[in-house]
Nanobody, 121 residues
Framework: QVQLVESGGGLVQAGGSLRLSCAAS????????MGWHRQAPGKQRELVAT???????NYADSVKGRFTITRDNAKNTLSLQMNSLKPEDTAVYYC???????????????WGQGTQVTVSS
């Protein structure tokens, strides 16, 4: 099994910062893409930022210049530094990873349980 555990969510005022972390554990041979997604009440889950195993990154237009995604391949961890937060950033944030559990198996996608981020105006 593979587990992704997020931490770091909370309540912050507009303009403030939060740092989310995600730790992957379990039967892991390698991890390819990792990313953060979010889902606000009444809305569909959307991509926030992704990073490849080589460090390439991609961001949603709504967070470019404010959020930074980083990963530590040695520790199988992922982080999201969120600055200049806005009320519209309020959502449950999910960590996701594309994992290979065995050299004899293909890649599978795993999700964390989510962490709540609330930005007050």
């Amino acid at each position: 099994q593979v587990q992704l555990v997020e931490s770091g969510g909370g309540l912050v005022q507009a303009g403030g910062s939060l740092r989310l972390s995600c730790a992957a554990s379990g039967s892991i041979v390698s991890i390819n893409n990792m990313g953060w997604h979010r889902q606000a009440p009444g809305k569909q889950r959307e991509l926030v930022a992704t990073t490849t195993s080589s460090g390439s990154t991609n961001y949603a237009d709504s967070v470019k210049g404010r959020f930074t995604i980083t990963r530590d391949n040695a520790k199988n961890t992922l982080s999201l530094q969120m600055n200049s937060l806005k009320p519209e950033d309020t959502a449950v944030y999910y960590c996701a990873a594309e994992v290979r559990r065995s050299i004899f198996k293909g890649w599978s996608n795993y999700w964390g349980q989510g962490t709540q981020v609330t930005v007050s105006s």
